[in-house]
């Protein structure tokens, strides 16, 4: 039997940022996934994924941007007419181009 390998997470801290990166190998990432993508969704971490001390992924949280379909409290429309009435055929331009 092979000699059992002791996984750690190893904690970096990017200055610039102030943003906790966590190091872990792909067993490590596969074995625990769950616990950290909670890290990532609930501390705003970010989980950096190695193969062979080489990163090749990062898990990263995902920006909430505000629903842009979401009507604005202050804007109201108002309709000056009925929008669901037929339309008179007088009131529309008649164009000389149409066949």
């Known amino acids: 039997m092979g000699t059992a390998k002791k996984f750690c997470l190893t904690f970096q801290t990017n200055l ?3 943003v906790h990166v966590i190091t872990v190998n792909t067993h490590e990432a596969k074995t625990n996934l ?7 969704e609930e501390r705003g971490e970010r989980v950096r994924i190695c193969r ?48």
């Open 52 to 99: 062979n001390g080489k990163p090749i992924a990062e898990l990263t949280p995902v920006r909430r941007v505000a629903n842009p379909l979401k009507q604005d409290p202050k804007l109201k429309v108002v309709f000056f007419e009925d929008p669901m009435l037929p339309t008179d055929p007088e009131g529309w331009p008649v164009s000389d181009d149409l066949p």
């Open 16 to 18: 610039a940022k102030l």
């Open 34 to 40: 769950s616990a950290l993508l909670k890290k990532v």
